[in-house]
């Protein structure tokens, strides 16, 4: 016996739609057959229409004003609901319209009409329509309703009005734990920690959420220790914890710590998303740590993870940072999504490394540059920005360029900024072009008070035109001005672990190896001419702890233990914060080649790869 075909009601098909014009062409059809059938119901058809993300909230708006059938409250909700989250300039203007369109047709509002409208005025922030919309939520009882309770709470502290959100949470009896969580995560939003705090103490409920608010919350502020301890007492920690406590090591300059968290993630066999591993990137490159980075990128390869641009760009962002500008570049070529993070980091990755080939090549870096600088809005559309522009300057000024960089400068479509300014006067005092330098130099501290690195530059420039007077003036207005240095350390990575130094430091376990490393260092390279300076160089570039024997600056103590803890013949790499002296520079070279090693070190401006007694560098940076 043949089976009964299933029922299956019409509008089911509906269902089955992926886009608006899918469904447009199925409810056009479905109206056809109404002729014979009952027509499609308008239930999944505004549903999908206001709610669905490829749906077409205006189409929604037709189907439900041109019905003949008659008006339901669930249509209007469903309706601002949709405009709530639609989120353009007309949609609070448009969802008035409708709630007094239902009022008109005497279609009464409910605890949902409610929520869904102030969830709307938070989203666009519209105050003074939410503020009209809770004197009548007042009036009419609805105020007691613990979802509208809610929404009002979150609509006033998203706008920042913690006072109004305070109250309605104040004199609501029954509050649950949504009501606390808006509460305490509009005291964060607005930077009212301490408030915030109080009420998690006090909360006597708390979920994921409350958690993850507070831990956000005090991350945001660079409240770091806290937001640690937080994540300790936490219950449970879920995905979204870790990727607000890496990135926030990471972005916090604390790419140690994010480092650390990360390895005991992966003690407990956490998968990181794709937001964790963009932190991590981030890290390796503030810390040189190459073979982290690798790691990440063969974990991205092996598990397949998504490449999108974020990510993308910060992989070469690493590779650039981390010295092997050549893997960044081909991440950049092998990338589908090229977008503007990609482009300013494979640009600025150019510019950093703009010294690493001999001197005859230099030009083709420029070309390579401006080839990508360019092909950014031939080829994709995208408007360079400030940073791109930046980018090249640095690039044409590295080169030695410094006349086209200013010519650059001079057409710039915006007006260019003191970054933009201080590349250039670095490249001046790099080039010997004083004139140009004292000029700009000049000029940035009339505009820049607050800046250290072009009183320096200034100051050098000086000192080598040997206008002494003036370049002891510079400092002086400097330092009436309270302008601090940065102190000087440096990183080395070994064994998937990394190492920290500052000048003179006693605090590593090997100190002892680590000293006797060095002296041995020196008596060697003192064979083949090394003469160590025993004063810091008046004027130098950084004037790293003058106080502190040049001989022992950071890099140094880095070297002797990269020397004395990796394998003969491996590279060293060494990261340091501020621009390396010449002291250790030559020291540098000279040891690359007694010792046979290549050094690699990146400092603030750029690398060096010591090689065989020569620098990368070309004794210029
Ligand atoms: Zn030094
Ligand atoms: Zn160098």
Known sequence: MAMPPPKVPFTWLLFKCKTIQQFKQTHTQLL???????????????SFAALNPSGDIHYALRLLFQSSTPPQIFLFNTLIRGLARACHSHSMSTSCFVFYRMIDLNVFPNNFTFTFLFQGCATSRDFDLGRQLHGIVVKNSFALDVFVKNSVIQFYSVCGKLRDARWAFDESLDVDVVSWNSMMSGYLRNGEISEGLELFDKMPNRNEVSWNSVLSGLVNFGFLDDACRVFKEMPCRSLVSWVVMISGYAQNGQPKKALALFRG????????????????????????????????????????????SILNAALIDMYAKCGSINLAMQVFHLSKEKDVSSYTSAISGLAMNGRVLCACSHIGWVEKGFHY?????DDHGIEPELDHYACMVDLLGRAGLLEEAENFIASMPMK?????????????????????????????????????????LLSSIYAKTMKGDNAEEVRKSMRAKNIE??????????????HEFLAGDRSHDKTEEIYTAWEEAVKKIKNYGYKAETRGVLFDIEEEEKETVIGYHSEKLALAFGLISTEPGSVIRIVKNIRICNDCHSAMKLISKVNQRKISVRDRKRYHHFEGGSCSCMDYW
């Not at 056809?32 to 505004?46: D, E, F, N």
């Not at 998303?273 to 990137?281: K, T, W």
């Open 373 to 377: 600088f360019h092909s950014m809005l």
């Open 485 to 498: 240095r940065v102190p000087g350390y440096s990183l080395i990575e070994v064994d998937g672990v990394v």
């Open 32 to 46: 056809i057959r109404g002729l014979s059938h009952p027509p499609p119901s308008l239930r999944p058809t505004v």
């Open 416 to 456: 260019p900024d003191n970054v933009i300014w201080g590349t250039l006067l670095g490249a001046c005092r790099v080039h010997g072009n004083d004139q140009m330098g004292q000029g700009i130099g000049n000029m940035l501290i009339e505009s820049d008070q607050s800046h250290d690195g072009c009183y320096i």
């Open 265 to 308: 993630m992966q003690l407990l066999n956490l998968e990181p998303n794709s937001a964790i591993l963009v932190s991590v990137l981030s890290a390796c490159s503030q810390l040189g740590a190459l073979n982290h980075g690798n790691w990440v990128y063969f974990y991205i390869q092996k598990k397949c993870v998504n490449v999108d």
